[in-house]
T-cell receptor, first 115, second 112 residues
Framework: ETGVTQTPRHLVMGMTNKKSLKCEQHLGHNAMYWYKQSAKKPLELMFV???????ENNSVPSRFSPECPNSSHLFLHLHTLQPEDSALYLC??????????????FGPGTRLTVL | SQKIEQNSEALNIQEGKTATLTCNYT??????LQWYRQDPGRGPVFLLLIRENEKEKRKERLKVTFDTTLKQSLFHITASQPADSATYLC???????????WGAGTKLIIKP
């Protein structure tokens, strides 16, 4: 185990549903990340939080809404998604931001299917 | 545009041989490069980091080289084992905005 947990592991939702993904890290890290991974494509960085403050939003559509109540928990709220949003959503954490060479620890991901 | 290329075709290697994976990049001046392993249904797991001023890094059966002139990193697994079968991802830290940029990964299959 990497020390990063994600729930649920699998999620199927309709385009009009609202759901949330949860991530928790038990490593005492200060930075947390959301990534999207589609088949045969590179990981796409979505959001970065450092000390629970958002530092990056990589032009992510507003139908994805992150929340970071503290340094250990990260949520991704989903609403009115599109079928092309179907992917593996990965949460990661690092001691500090990656600029210093800190490695990222990933959770197992949530496999999201939008019908 | 900025781009990282990893061989999209699966690499099939006989057990016991050395597996070599390639990560090529364009239009970057990376501060460092990382290699990760990803198994099906799991998130990536960090393996090695090599900085721009380092030529080579080793860890047990793993070796990474970094050639900033060729804009290429090679990842070697010596004495490969079936348990090494996985997808291997490279990621570069852009020194312009301190974001990690990822390759799509290469699937490695070690045959017994």
């Amino acid at each position: 185990e990497t020390g990063v947990t994600q729930t649920p592991r699998h999620l199927v939702m309709g385009m009009t549903n609202k759901k949330s993904l949860k991530c928790e890290q038990h490593l005492g890290h200060n930075a947390m990340y959301w990534y999207k991974q589609s088949a045969k494509k590179p990981l796409e960085l979505m959001f970065v939080y450092n000390f629970k403050e958002q530092t990056e939003n990589n032009s992510v559509p507003s139908r994805f809404s992150p929340e970071c109540p503290n340094s250990s928990h990260l949520f991704l709220h989903l609403h009115t998604l599109q079928p092309e949003d179907s992917a593996l959503y990965l949460c990661a954490s690092s001691q500090d931001l990656v600029a210093g060479g800190d490695t990222q620890y990933f959770g197992p991901g949530t496999r999201l299917t939008v019908l | 545009s900025q781009k990282i290329e990893q061989n999209s075709e699966a690499l099939n290697i006989q057990e016991g041989k050395t597996a070599t994976l390639t990560c090529n990049y364009t239009n970057y001046s990376p501060a460092y490069l990382q290699w990760y392993r990803q198994d099906p249904g799991r998130g990536p797991v960090f393996l090695l980091l090599i900085r721009e001023n380092e030529k080579e890094k080793r860890k047990e059966r793993l070796k990474v080289t970094f050639d900033t002139t060729l804009k290429q990193s090679l990842f070697h697994i010596t004495a490969s084992q079936p348990a090494d079968s996985a997808t291997y991802l490279c990621a570069l830290l852009m020194d312009s905005n301190y974001q990690l940029i990822w390759g799509a990964g290469t699937k490695l299959i070690i045959k017994p």
